[in-house]
C-alpha cells in the first residue's frame, strides 16, 4: 500500500501543478469562497471533467434543471460546472488525505515503534500467555552523583499462578475438551482413520499439553496416524500430560485405529505435512528453516499472509469517496426542496405586492419591474437574503430587455418555476394579456387571499412536524427524571 500511496500522492501533484497552469473561464468568474470552500482545486476538478469526457457523462438534463433552478440568475449556465467541480473537489480531498494517511500507518506498521512504559507491571491473568517488556532503566547512587549507570532490560511478566480450587475445576472443563478436541476430524475414538489433533496448549488457560503414544509407528508424536499398511483394527493408547509452572496432571485416552481410505488430495497433504515435520525436526537448532518447494511431480509456493490496516484505511477512503459523491445528489435534491419551500411561503408576498402596484394603475409589465428593482436594490445593500422566487422574477426581466414577448416571458416563468401556485399566476397574467380581462385586480385578490390561507395551512402543517419531533427528547427527560426519583427511593429502601 506505501507505493500504491505514494503514486497516488505524486499523481495529485503532478494534477495540480498542470492544471494550476491553465486558465477557465469558469474560474475567472467570481465564485463565492464561503460556499465553495475547495475554490483552489476547481481547476484540477474541469481538467478531470474535460479530459476524460465526464462532463459528457455526468451531466445529466434531470441535474442540469435542479442545479439550474438554484441558479436563477446564472446568465452564463456555470452553475451546473461549479456543482460538479464542488463534488470532484470534495472526492479528490477525501483520497489525499486517506491515501496520506494509509501512507503514514504503512511506516508506523513497517517501524512498530515500541510503545512507553510508566514504570507497573500488570500481570496477566490466570492462563494468559507471559509477556516479555523491554524497558530502560537509569540508577543513580543517591551518595555519589557521578555513579549512574543506564541500560536496557528485558523483563519476563509471568501470568498470574492458579489456586488449587482453581487448578481442579479447570481440569475437570480441560479433560473434555482434550478428548473432544484431539479427534480432529474423526467422528468417535473407535474410529480412528484421520490425523489426530495433539493440541500444544489448551486455549485461554496456558495450560501446556504434551502427548505421549503407547506405539509410535501407529501414531506418532505429533498425531500422524499411520495406517496406510494396516489390513485389521488396531488398539493403542495415548497419554496426555498436562502443565503449568509447578503443576502437572496426566490423563490416558483409548483410540481404535483402522485401515486407512485415502484419496489423492489426502495422501498428497499427508506427506506435506509430514515433509514440513520432518524438515522442521532436522532444522530445530537453526535461525531459519524453509518449507519444501517441490514434492514428487508437485512445485510448492509459499505465500505469507499479513494484516496489514493501512489496506483497510484505503479502502474506507474509496468507499468514503464514492458515499460523497453520492451525498451531494441528496443534497440537491434537498436543496430543491427548501427552494419550493421558500417559493411557496414567498407567493403570497408577491401576490400582495402586484395587487397593490395594479391598483395604483401600473400595468404588469411596469409592476414585475418595479418588484424586481426593489428586490435587487435591496440585495444589493445586502438587507435581503437570496430569494428564489424572486431570482426568477429577475430571468423574466432580463428576458423582457431582451425583446421576448410579455407573454412568452410569463409562460416561460411559470414552467420555470415548476410550483402551481406560480404557474396559475403566470396564466392569470397570460390571460389578462391576450384578453383584456377587466377583472384582473379582483382575481389577484382572491388568488391573494387563497395563497394566505395555504400559507397559514403551511404553517400549522409544521408546527404540527415540530411538536411530533419534540416527542422523542421529552420521553427520553421523562424517562431521566423517573430515574431520579426513583432512584433514591429504592436506595432509601435498600432494595
Known amino acids: 500500500m506505501i507505493y500504491v500511496s505514494i503514486l497516488i500522492l505524486i499523481f495529485f501533484v503532478f494534477l495540480y501543478a498542470i492544471s494550476a497552469r491553465r486558465k477557465n473561464e469558469l474560474l475567472s468568474e467570481k465564485v463565492d469562497k464561503k460556499q465553495h470552500t475547495l475554490h483552489f482545486l476547481y481547476p484540477m476538478a474541469v481538467f478531470i471533467l474535460e479530459r476524460t469526457g465526464l462532463e459528457k457523462t455526468l451531466v445529466k438534463a434531470d441535474i442540469k434543471n435542479k442545479v439550474r433552478a438554484l441558479y436563477a440568475t446564472d446568465q452564463k449556465d456555470t452553475g451546473t460546472k461549479l456543482y460538479f467541480c464542488k463534488k470532484i473537489s470534495y472526492v479528490l480531498v477525501l483520497i489525499f488525505i486517506f491515501s496520506g494517511l494509509t501512507l503514514i500507518i504503512s511506516f508506523q506498521f513497517i517501524l512498530n515503534n515500541s510503545s512507553s512504559f510508566d514504570g507497573v507491571l500488570i500481570r496477566p491473568e490466570s492462563g494468559e500467555s507471559n509477556t516479555y517488556i523491554r524497558l530502560k532503566f537509569r540508577m543513580e547512587n543517591r551518595a555519589d552523583e557521578k555513579d549512574v549507570y ?271 401556485p406560480y404557474m396559475k399566476f403566470s396564466s392569470l397574467l397570460v390571460q389578462n394579456l391576450k384578453k383584456g380581462n377587466k377583472d384582473m385586480v379582483n382575481l389577484l385578490k382572491a388568488e391573494a387571499m387563497e395563497a394566505f390561507h395555504e400559507r397559514k395551512e403551511t404553517a400549522k402543517k409544521l408546527g404540527e412536524e415540530a411538536s411530533t419531533k419534540l416527542l422523542a427528547p421529552m420521553v427520553i427527560m421523562l424517562f431521566i427524571v423517573l430515574l431520579i426519583i426513583m432512584i433514591p427511593a429504592f436506595m432509601s429502601l435498600n432494595v
Not at 279 to 289: A, N, P
Not at 328 to 339: H, P, S, T, V
Not at 342 to 371: H, R, S
Open 150 to 420: 543506564e541500560d536496557e532490560i528485558i523483563i519476563q511478566n509471568n501470568a498470574r499462578n492458579f489456586t488449587d480450587e482453581e487448578w481442579n475445576q479447570i481440569l475437570e472443563e480441560a479433560i473434555p475438551y482434550l478428548e473432544r478436541e484431539v479427534l480432529g476430524e474423526n467422528q468417535s475414538p473407535d474410529y480412528i482413520q484421520t490425523n489426530l489433533n495433539f493440541l500444544a496448549e489448551i486455549p485461554n488457560t496456558g495450560i501446556n499439553v504434551e502427548w505421549i503414544p503407547e506405539d509410535y509407528r501407529l501414531i506418532s508424536a505429533s498425531g500422524t496416524v499411520h495406517n496406510e499398511d494396516l489390513t485389521e483394527n488396531m488398539h493403542t493408547k495415548v497419554r496426555a500430560i498436562l502443565k503449568y509452572r509447578d503443576r502437572k496432571a496426566e490423563h490416558t485416552v483409548t483410540f481404535t485405529v483402522r485401515p486407512a481410505a485415502l484419496d489423492k488430495k489426502d495422501k498428497l497433504y499427508r506427506k506435506l505435512r509430514e515433509a514440513i515435520a520432518e524438515i522442521e525436526k532436522q532444522t530445530d537448532s537453526k535461525k531459519k528453516w524453509a518449507l519444501p518447494e517441490k514434492m514428487e511431480d508437485y512445485d510448492i509456493k509459499w505465500e505469507k499472509s499479513v494484516s496489514n490496516p493501512a489496506v483497510s484505511l484505503f479502502m474506507l477512503g474509496l468507499v468514503a469517496s464514492v458515499l460523497i459523491w453520492f451525498f451531494f445528489d441528496r443534497e440537491l435534491d434537498n436543496k430543491i426542496k427548501q427552494r419550493n419551500h421558500q417559493m411557496q411561503k414567498d407567493y403570497p408576498e408577491i401576490i400582495n405586492k402586484f395587487c397593490l402596484l395594479i391598483n395604483a394603475g401600473m400595468t404588469v409589465k411596469q409592476a414585475w419591474i418595479n418588484i424586481c428593482e426593489e428586490y435587487m436594490q435591496k440585495k444589493d445593500q445586502k438587507k435581503e437574503r437570496k430569494r428564489y422566487a424572486y431570482e426568477e422574477m429577475i430571468v423574466t426581466l432580463y428576458e423582457l430587455k431582451l425583446g421576448i414577448p410579455e407573454v412568452q416571458a410569463y409562460e416561460r416563468f411559470g414552467k420555470r418555476t415548476g410550483l402551481l
